[in-house]
């Protein structure tokens, strides 16, 4: 039950196997059942559900329905949905109800997804292990005492324990990708500006990416045609022509060129991302793939540049919680100086606070040119070095995070969590599209996932190389108990 891919539940939807209904049904047990010891939903509204899943059932017998009629889906808790709490993990929008659709989601609704719930995540989605969420850790399903990355880690979470066929993640530093390693399933952000951001809380505007979570790669791809295109509300969104990302999965590896970053490949691995690494190669391979050297120097200075960056925009975009407009207020205080002060102390978790301070810092006079201004110029040099190794390859292959993940209230510095980041936010600094696809699992069974980082716009040639991998794999396939 429930292990439908989403392109398999689509089909047993479209020769009328099963309803909408029934397949809600199926998940809503499923979920549960399971949920309370995950924790990767944090919202579950079973008559929401079950009323999108009649109007999906009307549609499929009107002859009205596209592939993804009636299939479920999960959004973390980042994507404002109207009715639904949106409160991005956070108190301070726990008693958020929203009055409005974020248009990714809203795409997916008019092709009659079904709504299951709410994923869990970091609080603002600031965090690498579901951990800073208000309403307490994600459990990564394949250990229960291990996290689940972040922080789209409730929906890498419900995906690979099949509580969802898929999901929606967002990533401002990796935060698809690296819970897609941690958890064992297949997601892709896309180039910045691909899918829409109106209707996503904003974490640092300039780097935030919405993408879809699944099994496999086909499913990104298919998920990812519904949600992409020309957004009027979002002043980043491209303007560009309507894609279908599904249209390389069919294209052999024989002969694409498949760069390896010698910065990535170092000791800071684990041997079990080592070997995770090494199995993609020999499949790349074994499947006619030139490998080539590549290299990316300016990696080092990722991270501070991104950690400036981000909690730069973010003290920006966090401003707007200040208790007067909507979200939480303090029950007591003087004057409106009180307010405020009250409101965020209350509503904040401690690493929104560390990183709105951090922001607030170097935004400020004195220290603007010294941090915000050099680490933008970081931001440069760090895009500039992709450019130069994609005119040596086609894509790029590297680790998604040097360890399979780690356990809850293991005892890392905010620091130490900073550096985990270091293969995936160059991808955010450059606005580039990159994917994570399981590769093998570590010696204590947590599966361990890999990266193709390609050049703008190649959305559909990386997840066509991923389907050609998982065609040839089954990493993928494996599910925990
Ligand atoms: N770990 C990164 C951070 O905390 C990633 C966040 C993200 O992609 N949303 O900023």
Redesign the pocket.
Known sequence: MTQYTLKQASSLLQSKQISAVELANEYLAAIAEKNPALNGYITIDQDKTLAEARAADERIAQGNASALTGVPVAYKDIFCQTGWRSACASKMLDNFISPYTATVVQNLLDEGMVTLGRTNM?EF????TNETSFYGATKNPWNLEHVPG???GGSAAVVAARLAPAALG???????R?PASHCGITGIKPTYGTVSRFGMVA??SS??QAGPMAQTAEDCAILLNAMAGFDPKDSTSLESEKEDYTRDLNQPLKGVKIGLPKEYFGEGNSTDVQTALQNTIDLLKAQGAELVEVSLPQTKLSIPA??VL?SAEASTNLSRYDGVRYGHRAAQFGDLEEMYGKTRAEGFGSEVKRRIMIGTYVLSHGYYDAYYLKAQKLRRLVADDFQTAFARCDLILAPTAPTAAPKIGADSSPVE??LS?IY??AV?LAGLPALTLPAGFSGGGLPIGVQLIGNYFSEARILGAAHQIQLNSDWHQKTCK
């Open positions: 970091d989605a600031m965090g690498s972040g922080s789209s967002s990533d401002t530093g990796g935060s698809i690296q974490y640092a780097f935030d991104y950690y981000t969590t900073y980041d995936t936010i955010n």
